[in-house]
């Protein structure tokens, strides 16, 4: 059974300072993962997703990497802004359709 | 809005009675999906469908539970004698067959069973 883990469970940072989420999954047969935000009592916008095949997607000051075979990713933030602050879940597919999330990582960005 | 729709976005029910809720995907998106969020918890898969037929449920979803995606277009999550452990936030989200399969969520439905 896959299994999603998300650590830290919450981060608090300054305003400007660059941060690292990181995700774990127990199976490494995915068809991809993806990285999304949620906002308080929200619905969840996607943020990257990665081929099981990529190593890493970009968009902006986010940066996910992907390795698959150590059950890893991480989702960088550069330089953090107050309006990065919420919940950010990591979900991985894999030969099924569903996806399996983690409990993820409440980031507060304080100005 | 081109995005996943979903209606009501609150609904307050006292328990045992029924509600039901619908799920508008992004119009191309052929494949639809229902989750469930408790408080502090990451989203659970419910059901799934591939057009109009449902090809996976979980066990999450009891027989008070259905889903329905009668034209493979939008689709309604009915919950019948809810319960108190119902409360929670109903997801739905939509993808392609293609093109990596990105997941795109609508805003949720808040249920509360008092």
Known sequence: KQEVTQIPAALSVPEGENLVLNCSFTDSAIYNLQWFRQDPGKGLTSLLLIQSSQREQTSGRLNASLDKSSGRSTLYIAASQPGDSATYLCAVRTGFQKLVFGTGTRLLVSP | ?114
């Open chain 2, 1 to 114: 809005d081109t995005g996943v729709s979903q209606d009501p976005r609150h609904k307050i029910t006292k328990r045992g009675q029924n509600v039901t809720f619908r799920c508008d995907p992004i119009s191309e998106h052929n494949r639809l999906y229902w989750y469930r969020q408790t408080l502090g918890q990451g989203p659970e898969f419910l059901t799934y469908f591939q057009n109009e037929a449902q090809l996976e449920k979980s066990r999450l979803l009891s027989d008070r539970f259905s889903a329905e995606r009668p034209k493979g277009s939008f689709s309604t999550l009915e919950i019948q004698r809810t319960e108190q452990g119902d409360s929670a936030m109903y997801l739905c989200a939509s993808s392609l067959p293609r093109g990596g399969r990105e997941a795109f969520f609508g805003q949720g439905t808040r249920l509360t069973v008092v």
